[in-house]
């Protein structure tokens, strides 16, 4: 009698939550978030019983999470398998079980079996011991809204706590991530290493701003034989001995590297391959070879790894280039310390002249809390100026970002207080001569503003996915 | 030349929320000014002098790395912290630098976190965070003979609570402060001034900042004749904007 009740209340919340999807469409909404929300309100142990239904791939993290679930999907369709995805804003449980129900028939049956869910790292506690994931790929962990998420710490424990709840999971990690590596210890789950070989990317060391100097076990300071962004490196604790792992998928020359793409090598453990991506900053490269390691798992040849690596470019606003008005606009999202330091180090790569534009709010989306643009290196913009003649800034916290810049070493007289999104872009189709790249910066709710903007008054066709 | 010692304490274990910009606002200011700032990162193994320096900065740190600092702290830099403070040194605290500088901190288990003891504050773990942007009102800073409003940022779990001898650095105007009880924020003892207010402090309210550079200033050459006014549009834009849209 109780089993005929639980099946009752799964198949009620297939139905109603199919029906709240389409009612939804209907009245013009594409919520994701609604429909899992009253699933999981019908039926709360819903994850549960969906997850020997699906072959689940989670991927969770700080930063790329959603530039490697695209590259996932490649290597899916590659695989020939069918698969659903969610979209990065639906990566709570809510949206998560939206997604999931959306791939079951009217009486419960997958229609695809393979699910690819891109996870936030909070929600990932309690989903992963539920959803029994085959594959977990962790990309990195960082600073990230610590007003939204705590400390650290605590997220990176909240991964931990969901891959113990998920013993059986094959674990994809990155080896030059202290925090993220230490999840393969003391586990008995499989796991495999990406990484970039030693001093493949020499950089200096910026140990003043680093979010993880020191040992996870033991609390001694790291040693690093090299790095190459944040805390990411070679690492070695010289009192207990835990070092950067050893990575089955490793990068091992970048060739060619500038603003647009960047050719490397990856040593997989079939071979060598060499790689031209699509898409340029050092932060892709690491998102290449997480997903190059899901390939692996997936059995596909070498060649159909490179074609799926090679093929790929930017999905919704982490990077993309946009025509307005015969000028070439790159868009990229900022959110973060460390990405943002990504991006503008990826400006340096600019070898013509260019014009700079941040758009800066501080909505929940964002973050509430702006002081994190202290912790970004504005500073080498500096040596930018020569490059650079004039920088505009733009959102609710326009002069926040003004003084930054002010304090980075820009001269005042370089900098440009703008407001709203429509006047920021026709300052800088302004600002830019004809063969200018024009550069934006926003932060999440920042990119949604200038999105309506360029489509209502630039004329900008659909550019939503 | 005027020159500035400014001591950075542990600035690779307790930089939380952007607290280096404070760093970098005093440094700044004193370089527009021609007057010479260097920088001292102190951290863990370092000897620390305390006469070797003007200003001191401590911020805030992850629990992780709070407990990292214990051990080095009793290590000799505690009695040289203190002294510091007595000696009437420009002291800036933020955040778990504020209670760091405090007796101690007592945690929901009822266990009590030794601190430096250098101040007489102290601090209970809150069950909620008391996070948002926050204004207060400073009365030893003045603008336009008008009291001084400090808008920052707040994000703290500890409730502090002051005692005998310290003074709060503002009343709070928009926010929680020290416990979100007595409408009070920060502290201010001899020349050591603490606050939740982190991240961004000095840089957007500029007449804080050149309240400590002046103070050290004084503290080294006593017959100092005070600041050069320097143009700080942008400075008071993001200020009042912040101003108008918090109290208005
Ligand atoms: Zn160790």
Not at chain 1, 216 to 226: P, Q, V
Not at chain 1, 365 to 372: E, H, K, L, V
Not at chain 1, 387 to 403: L, T
Request: glycine fraction near 8%.
């Amino acid at each position: 009698m109780k089993e005929f009740f639980i099946k009752f209340r799964l198949g009620l919340a297939i139905i109603i939550t199919k029906l709240t999807v389409f009612g939804l469409r209907i009245v013009g909404r594409g919520g994701t978030s609604l429909p899992g929300k009253i699933a999981l309100r019908i039926c709360p142990d819903i994850f549960n019983r969906l997850s020997d239904r699906f072959r689940i791939i989670m991927v969770t993290g700080t930063n790329g999470k959603t530039t490697t679930s695209r590259i996932i999907e490649g290597m899916l369709q590659k695989a020939g398998l069918e698969y659903i995805s969610n979209k990065s804003g639906a990566n709570l449980a809510s949206g998560i079980a939206t997604t999931l129900i959306s791939a079951l028939s009217l009486t419960g049956k997958p229609i695809v079996r393979t699910a690819l869910l891109e996870t936030d790292e909070a929600a990932f506690r309690t989903l992963a011991p539920k959803l029994k994931p085959e594959i977990v790929i962790v990309t990195n962990f960082f600073r990230d809204q610590l007003d939204r998420f705590g400390e650290l710490y605590t997220t990176l424990n909240s991964v931990r706590e969901g891959i113990q709840g998920s013993p059986e999971s094959r674990l994809i990690l990155n080896a030059d991530d202290s925090l993220c590596a230490s999840l393969g210890q003391d586990t008995s789950n499989p796991v495999i290493y990406f990484g970039l070989g030693d001093k493949v990317y020499p950089e200096d060391y910026l140990i003043a701003n680093a979010d993880a100097a020191f040992c996870i076990n033991c609390k001694s300071r790291y040693e690093y034989l090299s790095s190459s962004f944040a805390h990411l490196g070679h690492f070695k604790c010289p009192n207990c001995g835990y070092e950067r792992p050893t990575a089955q998928i490793e990068c091992t020359q970048v060739l060619e590297y500038d603003n647009l793409s960047s050719t490397i090598e990856i040593q997989m453990p079939g071979g060598k391959i060499a790689v031209k991506l699509a898409i340029p900053g050092l932060y892709n490269i690491y998102n290449a070879l997480a997903g190059a390691a899901v390939g692996h798992m997936l059995d596909l040849k070498e060649e159909d790894l490179v074609y799926v690596l090679e093929g790929f470019e930017c999905g919704f606003g982490r990077m993309e280039t946009l025509s307005v008005n015969g000028r070439e606009l790159k868009l990229i999202l900022v959110k973060n310390p460390t990405g943002f330091n990504q991006v503008l180090k990826y400006l340096m790569t600019q070898k013509d002249k260019c014009v700079i534009g941040f758009a800066i709010n501080d909505k929940l989306a964002d973050g509430t809390d702006i002081s994190w643009l202290w912790d970004v290196d504005f500073e080498i913009l500096s040596f930018m100026q020569e490059k650079v003649r004039r920088f505009f800034v733009s959102g609710i916290r326009a002069e926040d970002m003004a003084v930054r810049l002010k304090y980075a070493g820009i001269p005042s007289d370089h900098i440009f207080i703008m407001h709203g999104e429509t006047e920021l872009v026709y300052s800088l189709l302004e600002a830019s001569n004809e063969n200018e790249t024009i550069y934006l910066l926003p932060t999440y709710t920042a990119m949604l503003d200038i999105r309506k903007s360029l489509k209502k008054r630039f004329n900008l066709k659909e550019i939503w996915e | 030349m005027y020159e500035l010692n400014i001591c950075y304490l542990y600035p690779d274990l307790l930089n939380l929320y952007g607290d280096r910009g404070n760093i970098t606002a005093l440094q700044r200011r004193c370089q527009w000014r021609n007057i010479e700032a260097n920088v001292h990162h102190i951290s863990i193994g370092d000897t620390l002098k305390y006469e070797d320096y003007d200003i001191f900065f401590i911020g805030g740190g992850q629990d992780f790395e709070q407990t990292i600092i214990q051990d080095d702290l009793r290590d000799g830099k505690r009695e040289e912290i203190i002294e510091a403070v007595q000696a009437g040194k420009v002291f800036l605290g933020i955040c778990g630098g504020f209670q760091l500088l405090g007796k101690y901190y007592k945690t929901s288990s009822g266990k009590e976190i030794e601190c430096l003891g250098a101040i007489n504050v102290w601090t209970h773990a809150g069950d909620t965070r008391l996070i948002g942007n926050i204004v207060f009102e400073v009365d030893f800073l003045k603008n336009n003979n008008q009291k001084y409003r400090v808008v920052g940022f707040e994000n703290h779990a500890g409730k502090t609570y002051l005692g005998e001898g310290v003074k709060p650095l503002g009343k709070v105007i928009k926010g929680f402060g020290n416990n979100g009880e007595d409408g009070f924020e920060g502290a201010v003892y001899k020349n050591t001034f603490c606050t939740y207010s982190h991240g961004s402090l000095l840089p957007k309210n500029p007449a804080l900042a050149d309240h400590l550079i002046m103070l050290a200033l004084l503290n080294k050459y006593p017959d100092f004749q005070g600041l050069t006014p320097l143009d700080d549009t942008l400075e008071n834009l993001a200020h009042e904007s912040l101003m108008k849209r918090f109290t208005e």
